[in-house]
């Protein structure tokens, strides 16, 4: 077997078996696809099945040079998927990725805004800019909902059920869950559907929420630049992204005393150890108290 339809019969796999969203897919595609590349290079010729553990080693050692060390797991651990895949299918009796260990990485804790920085950045949203009602919206879903980029984009109009006080989101896997929406945010987004969303949809894109110029659906790439302008305007010297403003919803409710097991179901977190960090990052703002304003502390 070639490494294309190696790669091919192992999307298929991860989409109708594992039911990963595209974006996932295409993550574990490019690990795959970057291991494929470097044994092409290669003297001997490398196939997904005559691979050897030695020659794995090298591509890892090789990686440690090339990407930080949280990317490198990341590679790592999508092609131990791809070769568990592999067996699983009996295309390979044995799993040459056993004995790869993933490089040790120092727990870090994303930025996370202040309440007052989570105002002043959607009011850092340019006012003269034509869709700047459409990006005040979309920067309060992602707070006020803690929303993924791609849950942002996808929303449709027939997700909103601001009678209950609720939205339905699709997230990961195409799992639905539905998450509470603040009385002042669903009236923001009532007033957009009345008189601002002016766009005429696209064919296919009837019912979808947020709509670019062309009236289809907005790129991760264009959310991304909506919220790194808004962050400069606002002046917040921060590692600024869309996800940042799912951090710090999520962080504002445990700080505030929220059960963690209904945070994870907000998030649309699969194990409650991905919530438990925002625990964590509480406990570090603890700390932090303690260190700034309490008179043992120095």
Same mark, same amino acid.
């Given at each position: 077997?070639?490494?294309?339809?190696?790669?091919?019969?192992?999307?298929?796999?991860?989409?109708l078996?594992?039911?990963?969203?595209?974006?996932?897919?295409?993550?574990?595609?490019?690990?795959?696809?970057?291991?494929?590349?470097?044994?092409?290079?290669?003297?001997?010729?490398?196939?997904?099945?005559?691979?050897?553990?030695?020659?794995?080693?090298? =591509?890892?050692?090789?990686?440690? &040079?090339?990407?930080?060390?949280?990317?490198?797991?990341?590679?790592?651990?999508?092609?131990?998927? =791809?070769?568990?895949?592999?067996?699983?299918?009996?295309?390979?009796?044995?799993?040459?990725?056993?004995?790869?260990?993933?490089?040790?990485?120092?727990?870090?804790?994303?930025?996370?805004?202040?309440?007052? +920085?989570?105002d002043?950045?959607?009011?850092?949203?340019?006012?003269?800019?034509?869709?700047?009602?459409?990006?005040c919206?979309?920067?309060?879903?992602?707070?006020?909902?803690?929303?993924?980029?791609?849950?942002?984009?996808?929303?449709?109009?027939?997700?909103?059920?601001? +009678?209950?006080?609720?939205?339905?989101?699709?997230?990961?896997?195409?799992?639905?869950?539905?998450?509470?929406?603040?009385e002042?945010?669903?009236?923001?987004? +009532?007033?957009?559907?009345?008189?601002?969303?002016?766009?005429? /949809?696209?064919?296919?894109?009837?019912?979808?929420?947020?709509?670019?110029?062309?009236?289809? +659906?907005?790129?991760?790439?264009?959310?991304?630049t909506?919220?790194?302008?808004?962050?400069?305007?606002?002046?917040?010297?921060?590692?600024?992204?869309?996800?940042?403003?799912?951090?710090s919803? /999520?962080?504002?409710?445990?700080?505030?005393?929220?059960?963690?097991?209904?945070?994870?179901?907000?998030?649309?977190?699969a194990?409650?150890?991905?919530?438990?960090?925002?625990?964590?990052?509480?406990?570090?703002?603890l &700390?932090?108290?303690?260190?700034?304003f309490?008179?043992?502390?120095?």
């Amino acid at each position: 077997m070639e490494w294309k339809k190696a790669i091919e019969a192992y999307s298929f796999y991860l989409r109708l078996e594992q039911g990963l969203s595209d974006n996932t897919i295409e993550s574990y595609q490019f690990d795959v696809n970057r291991l494929a590349r470097y044994c092409k290079f290669l003297k001997r010729k490398n196939t997904p099945i005559s691979l050897q553990a030695d020659t794995l080693k090298d =591509f890892v050692f090789q990686l440690s &040079k090339e990407v930080q060390p949280q990317t490198q797991s990341r590679i790592v651990s999508g092609i131990k998927g =791809f070769f568990v895949f592999l067996q699983l299918e009996g295309y390979r009796n044995d799993n040459p990725t056993q004995l790869l260990e993933l490089p040790k990485i120092r727990k870090t804790f994303p930025d996370t805004l202040s309440t007052s +920085e989570v105002d002043a950045l959607i009011a850092g949203i340019d006012s003269k800019s034509k869709h700047a009602f459409r990006n005040c919206c979309m920067l309060e879903l992602l707070y006020s909902c803690g929303l993924r980029v791609s849950e942002l984009t996808k929303l449709n109009k027939s997700d909103l059920f601001f +009678e209950k006080g609720l939205i339905r989101i699709r997230g990961k896997g195409d799992k639905l869950r539905w998450v509470p929406v603040a009385e002042s945010t669903s009236t923001l987004i +009532e007033n957009f559907l009345k008189g601002n969303r002016y766009q005429i /949809a696209a064919k296919g894109y009837e019912d979808r929420l947020f709509l670019n110029n062309r009236g289809k +659906e907005l790129t991760r790439n264009m959310v991304f630049t909506i919220v790194k302008k808004a962050a400069l305007r606002a002046d917040i010297n921060k590692k600024i992204s869309p996800h940042t403003l799912r951090h710090s919803f /999520a962080t504002h409710l445990v700080e505030n005393g929220a059960d963690i097991q209904l945070v994870q179901h907000m998030l649309g977190h699969a194990s409650i150890t991905t919530t438990e960090r925002y625990i964590h990052m509480s406990q570090r703002h603890l &700390k932090e108290a303690i260190t700034r304003f309490h008179p043992r502390a120095n």
